[in-house]
């Protein structure tokens, strides 16, 4: 076990709130969600009588969420208004019944210990819960699948700088049953060896995954083995002439791209290109609006440098003109970091019927994002490719070339 410094609280004593909570009352009670931080939460899951029926909850929520292809996740709005649900889980989905469900375990503190209620000019209970079940925090729980059933977790916070260890607070009974909270160093093998809630920001849930469109859409299959899925309805074939399909088979990032209190990796995998171009004159040009394929993959730490099947159509419909070495579509990987709304714009040209035509794609990305990989690729490129894995800077990609 790492050196630790000791910080016990007695749970018959009245609690108190720990340092990264005092800014909180001399806030007004107009001020913005941002009030709610990261540390004010980790503290007030620390100070809270959590036992099994929460830990059940919290549990089965991030176990949801995998399912439903995200990070082991379980956000503050589906803690508040569906309790046991993941990011995913249908907003109809009728919600399951606890005892006691985290919710009023926060809600108790909160209006009990946290605030006065009458003061002008201070934070309101009500307020701050509001704040924090519109906010984008969530409990992070890495390598959840590992729990046994009963041990407390450690609670720690990300710092949000980029640090691979932070201050957390782990949760114990004493032989009297009193109990006791130990503030101690947390780092990522220490998660690895015990249960460890991370209080984190949440960066995948306004995405919809391969899975849940899958779900939604029983056209995308099911995925594996030899079943493909695609993204839009697929390119008619015409007797006398051949089109192609690009797979993207299998995904395999080698490296963590953020501090493991950040959780997993959210990649984009991006491709615009003309689907069934057969232009054969200007005018006809301008009839064709570039498709851009855009998929979320999430790369769980545990899963890094283990190839991930993904199984999806990137590109459908693509004719074999005379030259294929001039037909070329943008390709993009991304790692997102959020930020504001931006593209990249490029150019790229088919050639058909011994003609070239040059069209612009704009494709969108995030201004904080990590780039991976850009460029533009020839489509004979692929056909000499055909499941051969490819590097692409930080990842490995498996395509395969299907006829239609």
């Known amino acids: 076990m790492k050196d630790c410094i000791k910080i016990v609280f007695a749970s018959m004593l009245v ?14 009670v107009n001020a913005p969600s941002s009030y709610v931080q990261l540390a004010q939460v980790a503290e007030i899951l620390s100070m809270i009588p959590v036992d099994r029926c ?10 949801s969420s995998t399912v439903n292809g995200y990070d082991e996740e379980y956000t503050m709005k589906n803690l508040f208004t569906n309790p046991g649900s993941g990011v995913g889980d249908s907003e109809t989905k009728a919600p399951d019944e606890y005892a006691e469900p985290l919710r009023d375990l926060i809600e108790d503190y909160v209006y009990s210990s946290l605030f006065t209620k009458s003061s002008s000019g201070r934070i309101e209970p009500e ?61 990522e093998e220490m998660a690895a060896e015990v249960p460890v809630w991370v209080i984190n920001r949440n960066s995948d849930a306004g995405y919809t995954t391969l899975e849940i469109l899958r779900r939604n859409d029983p056209q995308w299959g099911e995925g ?13 074939t015409k007797a006398d002439k051949s089109y192609k399909m ?49 998929f979320m993959i999430v790369v769980k730490r545990n899963q890094v ?23 070329r579509c943008a390709f993009m990987i991304t790692e997102d970091d959020g930020g504001t709304q931006t593209e990249w714009s490029t150019r790229a040209k088919v050639f058909v019927e011994g003609k070239s035509y040059g069209f612009e794609i704009s494709i969108p990305l995030n201004s904080r994002d990590d780039v991976v990989w850009r460029g533009n690729l020839d489509y004979v490129w692929f056909d000499k490719l055909d499941g051969k894995p490819a590097s692409f800077g930080d990842v490995n990609l498996t395509f395969e070339v299907m006829e239609l």
């Open 15 to 28: 609690p108190v709130l720990m340092t990264g909570c005092r800014n909180l009352q001399d806030e007004s």
């Open 246 to 294: 690009l797979v993207l088979r299998d995904f395999c990032a080698n490296r963590n791209f953020d501090s493991w209190f950040a959780g997993a990796s959210e990649f984009f995998v991006k491709i615009g290109y003309l689907e069934d171009f057969t232009a054969m004159t200007e005018a006809e040009m301008r009839l064709y609006d570039p498709m851009v394929t855009d």
């Open 127 to 187: 307020a701050f819960l509001d704040a924090l079940m519109e906010s984008d925090i969530q409990i992070y729980w890495p390598f959840s699948e590992e729990w046994d059933g009963k041990t407390m977790p450690v609670v720690t916070f990300d710092p949000e700088d980029g640090s691979d260890v932070n201050i957390g607070y782990r949760i114990e009974m004493d032989d009297d049953g009193f109990r006791h909270v130990e503030e101690i160093i947390v780092d």
């Open 224 to 236: 594996g083995g030899n079943i493909i899925v695609h993204p839009g309805k697929p390119a008619q």
């Open 305 to 327: 440098g283990i190839p991930q099947n993904f199984n999806a159509v990137l590109m459908t419909g693509w004719h074999e003109g005379a030259d294929m070495n001039e037909n």
């Open 54 to 63: 929460q830990l059940d909850e919290v549990h089965r929520a991030v176990a």
